[in-house]
């Protein structure tokens, strides 16, 4: 069993995580939100505030090809798997200031604690600051963890373009990014990854604890729906002569609701629609609406979206509807480190906070890590469950407790021997 | 019982419905549609092709204030209150070639008809090409026939703007109308009005009638219906902690569509509905959506809206979603005149065309003279029900069949001695 970290400089914490939200686009005084979209002047001013608060900390700093940055705390041996923390730097638009920055700095926290504590340790120690994971800007998600796990190549961006027209390519090397000569982001020398992260939701508030420990992450399915009835007169077309593409979406809409409440941690949401012609006295002639299927179990997610896209047909096929289904995005369930989970657990049992294990119902850099090195997740409470909002809010030593965790788990990781 | 009169110049109508079929506004090659906005260049052409046509017919021209045209085949008492016929020259964006212009061109014909097969009437008969009535350009309605009747002021347009910013009175005045030296629109020498019109629906198609006569229009009620829940993330949010706005959207649409059906001759419909933030993973904070419900029993339709009003309060309730209903529109039924409504009833008899007694659930014109003098509306069926759309059809014999009741009915109101 390790030794407990505990971590309570609230106000370095608190003045950085101010100072990362400084960098980023405003849309007009009263905009509090941050913006700070990937390859963009505001992620350059952060990453390179970052930088500074990385060396600030003792850390030897670098880049890779795609502006992930990486700051290392050197092991006695050198060669020894590092042991990785961090998150991502970029934000959705008008996001909040924890998003992404809270891991990477409770990570620089975490490092700079150990250090100072309990000086070099036995494996390398690094905190990363992934240059994208929100696809806010190209839709493409993941660009930095994936470029560093190798599910994304840095050369494969380059028909990706943002809403002005500029490839991913372009971006990339405009900032600086990009070149031959930069070190490649794929890395192989990865011993074990855990990221710090506010969980977004209201389960941890709602049930009073003070640490999720993140047991894996849900797969996804999403969905395109599209209806096509027929553009009647409001007034002159009987209600039993009606094809009516809108009153079969909300149709579908209640059913899918009803389904999803009887599945036990599953979650569906329509959270987007589009109505043809759009007007008050015309009956739709085509709606479209998307699907955003979530769930633990691959098989239970599987089965549900096939039952569901039944049941779709059979309410298609009543009201005459002509019905197009077209998936976009589908991913399996990501379990986290079974091992690593538990010693967290311990890790939380040593501090004295109140824990519980739970899924994780938003993508994180860490899905992508779990199949290649040891993975773990800590989450700490999220007021409201408001996240991707100016609102977003955990408190100062909420803050601290997780960074305690991370510290201390950090701690058996790089500087404990090995049981073998 | 009067004499009948049978139209059968299919080539003299279908000629002209094209000619006035031409002047309209293009969106390229293949634009079919038909677009003349109140007061552009297309509308002035038209109303000037109408003219030259009414000229042709041997019909007086004039022009009233507001740029109504009206063509005149004197009586032997020219003081004697006037019969009038007539529609709207102006059309939805990209509508369809019969859609009022069939009820200009088909009065044109029947008075055509009259004057040269029975001479010149007892009292005044006109056929009225109405400057507007669908409310296309400029955000209100039946602005022709409504200065006619009184319910409009030509003064009073004058804050309304169309989408680039013209006011109405500038438009007006641009186009060479709104004058103070024009002859008023206000009529007060009305003896009745009959109305005729393309069905814009499905009913005699699918009942095989080929004479709809018109007992009322049904009274209107639109409101927009706005739901604010709590935009959340669509992974993180459990479905028992959610305030969904378009789940609720959905069930209350749903409930619209059970109570209408029920409800015999009652039409209602969600035309439109706005999505807030409207992103695929984001829970729906804030969705509005339309109601446009009709019925031609004014207390039928009001009880129907309050109940339903009533249930869509429970449903906010129960599911904690804030809400806001609008009522923006609320028109009560309009008979028709019952002695006209018997009397077309014995004209299509008398020609050996099947009929049926039905309500209008587009709004019309006549609904402006029905206060006034007696009026009275003859619908000819419309293939599919299809209209304001390039698809409107209805054959060249369909339209002589209209014109054959509308000149029997009008030789009677005008030509034959009163019962009196």
Chains 1, 2 share one sequence.
């Not at 990014?177 to 192989?188: K, T």
């Not at 890790?347 to 119902?361: D, H, K, P, T, Y």
Request: include cysteine; glycine fraction near 12%.
């Amino acid at each position: 069993m390790g030794e407990t970290i505990r971590f309570g400089d609230t106000a370095w914490l608190g003045e950085r995580i101010d100072g990362l939200a400084a960098r980023s686009d405003r849309d007009g005084e009263s905009d509090r939100g941050v913006t700070r979209l990937l390859y963009t002047d505001s992620w350059k001013e952060a990453q390179h505030y970052l930088a500074e608060t990385m060396k600030e900390a003792g850390l030897a700093v670098r880049w890779d090809k795609v502006g992930n940055l990486i700051g290392r705390l050197e092991g006695r041996d050198p060669q020894a798997p590092v042991v990785l923390t961090g998150s991502h730097v970029d934000t959705v638009r008008h996001g909040g200031h924890l998003d992404g920055a809270y891991g990477i700095l409770g990570g620089i926290a975490a490092l700079k604690k150990l250090k100072e504590s309990r000086g070099t340790p036995e494996r390398p120690l690094e905190v990363v600051s992934f240059c994208e994971e929100e696809g806010s800007r190209f839709p493409i998600a993941y660009w930095g963890s994936g470029n560093m796990t190798g599910s994304l190549d840095w050369r494969g961006g380059g028909d990706l373009k943002d809403e002005e027209g500029t490839s991913l390519a372009a971006a990339m090397e405009a900032s600086g990014f990009g070149r031959e000569d930069q070190p490649d982001s794929r890395r192989y020398d990865l011993g074990a990854f855990v990221e710090l992260h506010i969980e977004q939701g209201v389960l941890l508030e709602r049930m009073a604890k003070q640490i999720g420990i993140v047991e894996g992450i849900v797969g996804q399915r999403r969905y395109s729906v599209t209806l096509r009835g027929e553009a009647n007169h409001a007034g002159t077309t009987p209600m039993n002569m009606r094809t009516d593409a809108m009153a079969g979406a909300a149709e579908m809409i209640v059913r899918l609701e009803l389904l999803a409440a009887r599945k036990a941690s599953l979650v569906a949401t329509t959270g987007r629609m589009q109505v043809a012609p759009n007007i008050p006295n015309v009956i739709p002639g085509t709606v479209e609406f998307t699907l955003d299927i979530r769930h633990d179990n691959e098989g239970t997610l599987s089965w549900f979206c096939d039952y569901l896209i039944q049941e779709y047909e059979d309410i298609a096929n009543r009201r005459g509807l002509g019905m197009t289904i077209t998936p976009w995005l589908a991913t399996t369930p990501v379990p986290m480190s079974l091992e690593l989970t538990e010693q967290a657990e311990r890790v939380c049992a040593g501090i004295g906070l109140s824990n519980r294990r739970m899924f994780s119902g938003a993508g994180h850099d860490a899905q992508l890590f779990a199949p290649v090195c040891p993975t773990a997740m800590i989450f700490v409470p999220s007021r409201g469950g408001i996240s991707h909002s100016p609102d977003e809010y955990t408190s100062p030593e909420q803050l601290a407790d997780g960074v305690s965790v991370l510290a201390s788990l950090l701690y058996e990781l790089a500087y404990e021997e090995t049981a073998s």
